[in-house]
């Protein structure tokens, strides 16, 4: 491993084994599901150059032994981390609230809704962007991690323009695993390609010498002006989703978004040079 790639790797792990250590997965574990992931990634790259993958083949790549490969090939893919499904339903419903104008108040704004009716209600929106979720499981699914709740005339009230399950551990850490994965497979297209028209878009702005007064404004303007943007790119997309507006031509099914994300740590301060007297 080169050093560039090594130094990488250690500020991209060291975040996410905080995480393990504080939920007590031992080292033995880890290498254990890096030991799958090799195998798996080994056997998709040998199929995607229309190879056989076999174990040898695999055991030759990773390192491991034929006898690990086969066994690791037995225990199969657990899937990846995907959203949950209540976690997808309420992310539409919400994506509902946000654009679609039988929910938006006179202002554009989304709308307090009566929880029960044919049109314009909150059991109106869950039926159009939650199937067939019965609108009380959605809303206590919703009111769970935060996203809404009962105003005062006991109407449904959105309570954010994102849904962001803050009192849900499980649907955070299975964000991310979603969002973790997409930035560094954004990055890994943008390492391979050559052609500068199929880059993907990847920028962020960065400064390392801010006093901590300067960080809550700067937070709270990120927070604002972020999802304003968000919001005009949920709107597009929403147009586009074949869910709720089959589109009139084009094949395939693909996912694409884009994600914006605020960050801040102490800057290790660094040692004064010392001066030393000439003899």
């Given at each position: 491993?080169?050093?560039?790639?090594?130094?990488?790797?250690?500020?991209?792990?060291?975040?996410?084994?905080?995480i393990?250590?504080?939920k007590?997965?031992?080292?033995?574990?880890?290498?254990?599901?890096?030991?799958?992931?090799?195998?798996?990634?080994?056997?998709?790259?040998?199929?995607?150059?229309?190879?056989?993958?076999?174990?040898?083949?695999?055991?030759?790549?990773?390192?491991?032994?034929?006898?690990?490969?086969?066994?690791?090939?037995?225990?199969?893919?657990?899937?990846?981390?995907?959203?949950?499904?209540s976690?997808?339903?309420?992310?539409?419903?919400?994506?509902?609230?946000?654009?679609?104008?039988?929910?938006?108040?006179?202002?554009g704004q989304?709308?307090?809704?009566?929880l029960?009716?044919?049109?314009?209600?909150f059991?109106?929106?869950?039926?159009?962007?939650?199937?067939?979720?019965?609108?009380?499981?959605?809303?206590?699914?919703?009111?769970?991690v935060g996203?809404?709740?009962?105003?005062?005339?006991?109407?449904?009230?959105?309570?954010?323009?994102?849904?962001?399950?803050?009192?849900?551990?499980?649907?955070?850490?299975?964000?991310?695993?979603?969002?973790v994965?997409?930035?560094?497979?954004?990055?890994d297209?943008?390492?391979?390609?050559?052609?500068r028209?199929?880059?993907?878009?990847?920028?962020?702005?960065?400064y390392?010498?801010?006093?901590?007064?300067?960080?809550?404004?700067?937070?709270?303007?990120v927070?604002?002006e972020?999802?304003?943007?968000?919001?005009?790119?949920?709107?597009?997309?929403?147009?586009?989703d074949?869910?709720?507006?089959?589109?009139?031509?084009?094949?395939?099914?693909?996912?694409?978004?884009?994600?914006?994300?605020?960050?801040?740590?102490?800057v290790?301060?660094?040692?004064?040079?010392?001066?030393?007297?000439?003899?």
């Amino acid at each position: 491993m080169n050093t560039h790639l090594k130094l990488a790797f250690l500020r991209i792990v060291k975040p996410l084994v905080r995480i393990l250590h504080r939920k007590g997965v031992a080292v033995g574990e880890l290498n254990q599901m890096f030991k799958q992931i090799y195998v798996e990634v080994s056997e998709e790259a040998l199929l995607a150059t229309g190879e056989r993958p076999t174990t040898s083949r695999i055991a030759i790549a990773t390192g491991l032994t034929r006898k690990e490969v086969a066994q690791l090939r037995l225990i199969g893919a657990d899937g990846g981390h995907v959203p949950t499904p209540s976690y997808n339903r309420g992310a539409r419903v919400m994506t509902g609230w946000l654009h679609d104008t039988e929910f938006l108040n006179a202002v554009g704004q989304p709308a307090n809704l009566p929880l029960q009716g044919e049109k314009g209600s909150f059991a109106a929106l869950v039926s159009r962007y939650s199937g067939d979720m019965p609108y009380r499981a959605m809303f206590q699914e919703m009111e769970r991690v935060g996203a809404v709740q009962l105003d005062a005339c006991g109407q449904a009230q959105l309570m954010g323009a994102g849904y962001i399950p803050h009192a849900d551990e499980a649907e955070k850490l299975s964000i991310l695993g979603t969002d973790v994965a997409a930035l560094i497979q954004t990055i890994d297209h943008n390492v391979l390609t050559q052609e500068r028209s199929q880059l993907y878009f990847q920028r962020k702005v960065c400064y390392d010498n801010l006093p901590e007064a300067a960080l809550p404004a700067f937070k709270q303007m990120v927070g604002q002006e972020g999802m304003d943007l968000l919001i005009k790119f949920n709107a597009w997309l929403a147009t586009q989703d074949g869910g709720s507006h089959p589109p009139a031509d084009g094949v395939g099914r693909m996912r694409a978004g884009v994600g914006i994300y605020y960050f801040e740590e102490a800057v290790a301060e660094q040692p004064e040079e010392r001066i030393e007297d000439s003899p």
